[in-house]
Each structure stands twice: as structure tokens, then as C-alpha cells.
């Protein structure tokens, strides 16, 4: 069975993050003041084949351990299952 | 016997003819290296150039350590090699595991193309073995993603150890320290920011990266390394 899998990668605190901080104080230009804590990231949407949940969750934090996150300066949250689009949606007709 | 450097070029890699020109004009023996090969028998000094490896996709340097090369640079290195990693080479060098820490993005998300003063601050590497602790080059430098970081635990042991290679005299990027270059445990690894090669003629503005250079093809001797095997 194949589970969809979200990751998403952001700098560590302590870290500076000079497009989040860019991106914060270009909001009250835009009317909006009270934003704080912007931090910029990636996200990662793949499928995983699994026997079930448990399994699945294991291998994607592999993959996010082992590649799509740098631990010096970043980490990452995995989420598998329910709530994740499948794969692929929107590039399929 | 002119010392033999490979200069591993990767996918996206753009600086590898400059350093083999380099090489070749000081007196060494330069060829590329494609990142698809799995041995690099017959070299005794290995540079990563600058570039995009890979494309830089995912992470500088992120996808490169993939490469069939990178586990014959591994060996190499392991095995006491003088291996450099230029810019591009030094951030495939981090993800690589080779050297530690990691360039992130400049301060400021300033994209830096300039010619600036570095110090050498120790003479025990393969890129500054007898070169005087102070002495400051002029270099260039052209990066988006030079900003060299690393835990607190790992600067003290940096600090401690001597393998702070180069500083900035006037940090361009915001790097811990301002690290323009640091080297591994047994100091026969060494990843920097700026770019040697092009510090390497008078038309170029500096000779400056000759001095590092000529100290890799030193570092290189010949003599103490695996002879090319014969097919």
C-alpha cells in the first residue's frame, strides 16, 4: 500500500533566516502589523510503498533525515496518512 | 615528477577548466575527473571546483555526494590525500560528511561577487602548509550561499584544533567566525569559499591564490602515493 507523505523542512532556531525576517517586515507595507515568528521552509510531497502507517512514517523520516534535511542547520517534521494530498494530485487529469 | 591533480567535475560544475589551468601553468599535471567515474587512481591531489553541482537542487552540494566519484574521494581522502574543495567543492565537501558544518544562504540574502582580503591562520594544511600565519591574500569570492555555520560545540573544536584555515579580514557573508575556510581532523581536507584559481595572474588582478595552490601541489609529493594502476 502506498501512504502519502508530507515533510517539511525548516531552519533550526538559532539559526538565522534572513528570507523569513524579509518576508515579516514587508508585511505591515501591506497593512498587515502582528505577524511575528515568520520562518521560511520547504515542503516535500511523495509517496511511500508500506506494509502499514508505522512503517511508512519510518522510511519517510529516513528520507527526511537522510536527505532532504541538512541536521546542521535544519529539521524536519513528517507526517503520513490522513490529511496528506495524494501524490501527484494536480498533475493528473 | 609534477604532481598529478584531478579536478572532479560534477554536472553543473563550471569552474573545473579555470583550476586545471591553473595547475597546469604552475607546473602540475592536470586533468578532470567526471563525477561518474569510480576511482581516482593516478592522482595525488584532488580539487572539487566551483559550480552548481547537480544544479544545486535540494541543497549546494546536496546531490553531488551521491555521485559514484564521491566514494573513491572518500577512500582518497581517508587514506591522508590532499583533497580540496573550492566554493561549490566546499559545500559538497560539508554534505558530503568530509568536513563539518554547512553554508547557508549570505547575510542578508546578498548574492557576493568581490576580490577580498582573507588571513591564513594556521600553516598546518594541505593549502597552507608553510605559509605564515597572517599573511592576507586577495582573493575572489562569488557566492550566494557562503555563509559558513556550524554548532558551538563544533566551532570550539575548530578553534581548538587549529582548522581554521582562512578568515576574512572583513567577513563578506556573515560566517561564523568569519570562516572563509576551515580543514578536517588529520588537515589533509580543506574546503574554502574563495576562488584560488582566480587569483592566479596578473591579468586576473591578484596572483594571491598561487600561494595556496602551489602549497596543494606540494602537499601533493608524488613519492607517498599509490602509483596508477595499470589496466
Known amino acids: 500500500m502506498h501512504y502519502p507523505v508530507l515533510v517539511e523542512v525548516r531552519l533550526r532556531d538559532g539559526i538565522a533566516d534572513p528570507q523569513g525576517a524579509t518576508i515579516e517586515r514587508a508585511l505591515p507595507a501591506l497593512g498587515l502589523d502582528g505577524v511575528t515568528g515568520m520562518r521560511a521552509g520547504k515542503s516535500f510531497r511523495f509517496d511511500v510503498a508500506a506494509d502499514d502507517e508505522a512503517s511508512a512514517l519510518a522510511r519517510a523520516t529516513v528520507v527526511a533525515d537522510r536527505l532532504l534535511a541538512n541536521p546542521v542547520i535544519e529539521e524536519s517534521s513528517v507526517t503520513v496518512g490522513q490529511g496528506v494530498s495524494p501524490a501527484g494530485a494536480g498533475s493528473e487529469a | ?231
Open chain 2, 1 to 231: 615528477m609534477a604532481a598529478r591533480v584531478g579536478v572532479v567535475m560534477f554536472p553543473g560544475t563550471n569552474c573545473e577548466h579555470d583550476a586545471v589551468l591553473a595547475l597546469r601553468r604552475l607546473g602540475a599535471s592536470s586533468d578532470l575527473v567526471w563525477h561518474g567515474d569510480t576511482t581516482v587512481a593516478g592522482f595525488d591531489a584532488l580539487v572539487l571546483p566551483g559550480g552548481f553541482a547537480h544544479g544545486d537542487y535540494l541543497r549546494p552540494g546536496a546531490l553531488a555526494r551521491f555521485s559514484p566519484v564521491m566514494e573513491a574521494v572518500g577512500r582518497f581522502a581517508a587514506d591522508g590525500g590532499p583533497v580540496i574543495g573550492i566554493c561549490n567543492g566546499f559545500q559538497v565537501l560539508t554534505e558530503a560528511g568530509l568536513l563539518p558544518g554547512a553554508l547557508q544562504k549570505n547575510r542578508g540574502l546578498r548574492f557576493v561577487c568581490a576580490t577580498v582580503g582573507v588571513r591564513v591562520e594556521t600553516s598546518d594544511s594541505v593549502l597552507t602548509a608553510g605559509v605564515p600565519v597572517g599573511t592576507e591574500l586577495s582573493i575572489p569570492i562569488n557566492h550566494f550561499e557562503g555563509n559558513y555555520t556550524c554548532d558551538a560545540d563544533t566551532l570550539a573544536r575548530l578553534r581548538g584544533d587549529d582548522r581554521v584555515v582562512l578568515r576574512y579580514v572583513d567577513n563578506p557573508n556573515g560566517s561564523v567566525d568569519g570562516i572563509a575556510g576551515v580543514c578536517n581532523a588529520a588537515r589533509n581536507v580543506v574546503g574554502l569559499m574563495p576562488h584560488p584559481e582566480r587569483a592566479s595572474d596578473p591579468l586576473l588582478g591578484s596572483v594571491d591564490g598561487t600561494v595556496l595552490l602551489r602549497v596543494l601541489m606540494a602537499s601533493a609529493e608524488p613519492a607517498l602515493r599509490a602509483p596508477a594502476t595499470v589496466a
